[in-house]
């Protein structure tokens, strides 16, 4: 079993629809949770990062945690075209000083 | 947040050479981190290279496949030896946080083909 399953997808959605990406994890003491955007030739890019269990909102985009369940969560509303890419969710014990441990992205369309 | 470039971007090389990948970084960090995102599957740390002192590697990666240097606080290299269709792949190299608990920041990686 892997420690972090993510669904590779893809996931075509129509412009304006609300999209929700899912990582499932393993391992309990995962504190730090993130969500990183990788467009087409480009690195990880992070869009957001939460401490523990509970919500974070930037935007158009939410991050859940629940850590009872080992589940995270991204909401995306009002999706646009430019939010296709491959979405990494990623995990780690502490902060950006260790190890980081990978989903293996869920590949996103917003057909317009 | 650090602007990261590596060199190359990307590289066709035949089986049985190296390549060095370098990976510059705008301000000084303490930690850089060399990845693999292999098709089809997510990125794999292969090491961790501190200034000042040998790469930590991973399991499954050991510095006679994957020599790194860092030979100070802006810019750290990877090469990747004996090269084998197996080490197509893209590799990315990683730098800390501004501060304690910020996630990495990634560069754009280097595209390696193997023929």
């Known amino acids: 079993q892997k420690e972090v399953e993510q669904d590779p997808g893809p996931l075509s959605v129509p412009e304006g629809a609300i999209v929700s990406l899912n990582c499932t994890y393993s391992n309990s003491a995962f504190q730090y949770f993130m969500w990183y955007r990788q467009y087409s030739r480009k690195g990880p890019e992070l869009l957001m990062y939460?401490?523990?269990?509970g919500n974070k909102e930037d935007g158009r985009f939410t991050a859940q945690v629940d850590k009872s369940s080992k589940y995270i969560s991204l909401f995306i509303r009002d999706s646009q075209p430019s939010d296709s890419a491959t979405y990494l969710c990623?995990?780690?014990?502490?902060?950006?000083?260790?190890?980081?441990?990978f989903g293996i992205g869920t590949k996103l369309q917003v057909i317009p | 947040s650090a602007v990261i470039s590596q060199k190359p971007s990307r590289d066709i090389c035949q089986r049985g050479t190296s390549l060095t990948i370098q990976c510059q970084v705008d301000?000084?960090?303490?930690?850089m981190f060399w990845y693999r995102q292999q098709p089809g599957q997510s990125l794999t740390l292969i090491a961790t290279?501190?200034?000042?002192?040998?790469?930590?590697?991973e399991s499954g990666f050991v510095i006679d496949k994957f020599p790194i240097s860092r030979p100070n606080l802006t810019f750290s290299t990877l090469t990747v030896s004996n090269m084998s269709p197996e080490d197509s792949s893209i590799y990315l190299c990683?730098?800390?946080?501004?501060?304690?608990?910020?996630?990495?920041?990634f560069g754009d990686g280097t595209r390696l083909s193997i023929l």
């Open positions: 301000s000084q960090v303490t930690m």
């Open positions: 990683s730098v800390e946080g501004e501060t304690a608990g910020q996630p990495q920041h």
């Open positions: 939460t401490y523990s269990s």
């Open positions: 990623a995990m780690s014990f502490s902060g950006g000083y260790q190890k980081v441990t």
């Open positions: 290279a501190n200034q000042g002192s040998e790469a930590t590697y």
